[in-house]
T-cell receptor, first 112, second 115 residues
Framework: GENVEQHPSTLSVQEGDSAVIKCTYS??????FPWYKQELGKGPQLIID?????GEKKDQRIAVTLNKTAKHFSLHITETQPEDSAVYFC???????????FGPGTSLSVIP | NAGVTQTPKFRVLKTGQSMTLLCAQD?????MYWYRQDPGMGLRLIHY???????AKGEVPDGYNVSRLKKQNFLLGLESAAPSQTSVYFC??????????????FGPGTRLTVT
């Protein structure tokens, strides 16, 4: 079955710097890759996603890149702000299949 | 629109006790899921449902049972709680997988401690 690895497990950056979180997946049939943000005491919330027919997607300060050949995808946050501090999860899914497999998470701290 | 709600928010059980966690969604979603979240292990799928009256096993189903008698509700049961089931439990829902969006909507979580 699918296995998703995520690095780093913790990340600390200065406010205004960029943050990058990387994930790898094992199943070449996976075709949808969402990123979720979990703030303290809350459930995860989708922030951006990418499908396998796209190499990059941007939404304001957030971007995701996908390399299907290498089976890895990354989340890029530019101009980080204290409210970006949270746990971020990557995930992989085959849309013809019912289960989403999540990575173990990255705890991001943005230092003012 | 309340989204996904979970009851209760916190619970402490003694080993061997039973309990039921309730998840409700008001978005008319077909799919519903139960996850557990443990430090360093991300979200692991316990059971899921692809429609009213259906259930299926996820990655870590042992020790749990589920029921989906109504489309809007998904119940997670622990028949005989064990300390290893101490965790934060999240319910989620989504539209079906045939067409986008594929986003899962999560509830606020239930923190369960088994002593």
């Amino acid at each position: 079955g699918e296995n998703v690895e995520q690095h780093p497990s913790t990340l600390s950056v200065q406010e205004g710097d960029s943050a990058v979180i990387k994930c790898t997946y094992s199943d070449s049939a996976s075709n949808y890759f969402p990123w979720y943000k979990q703030e303290l005491g809350k459930g995860p919330q989708l922030i951006i996603d990418i499908r396998s027919n796209v190499g990059e997607k941007k939404d304001q300060r957030i971007a995701v890149t996908l390399n299907k050949t290498a089976k890895h995808f990354s989340l890029h946050i530019t101009e980080t702000q204290p409210e970006d501090s949270a746990v971020y999860f990557c995930a992989a899914l085959q849309t013809s299949y019912d289960k989403v497999i999540f990575g173990p998470g990255t705890s991001l701290s943005v230092i003012p | 629109n309340a989204g996904v709600t979970q009851t209760p928010k916190f619970r402490v059980l003694k080993t061997g006790q039973s309990m039921t966690l309730l998840c409700a969604q008001d978005m008319n979603h077909e799919y519903m899921y139960w996850y557990r979240q443990d430090p360093g292990m991300g979200l692991r799928l316990i059971h899921y449902s692809v429609g009213e009256g259906t259930t299926a096993k996820g990655e870590v189903p042992d020790g749990y049972n589920v029921s989906r008698l109504k489309k809007q509700n998904f119940l997670l049961g622990l028949e005989s709680a064990a300390p290893s089931q101490t965790s934060v439990y999240f319910c989620a829902s989504s539209y079906d997988r045939s067409t986008p969006p594929y986003e899962q909507y999560f509830g606020p979580g239930t923190r369960l401690t088994v002593t």
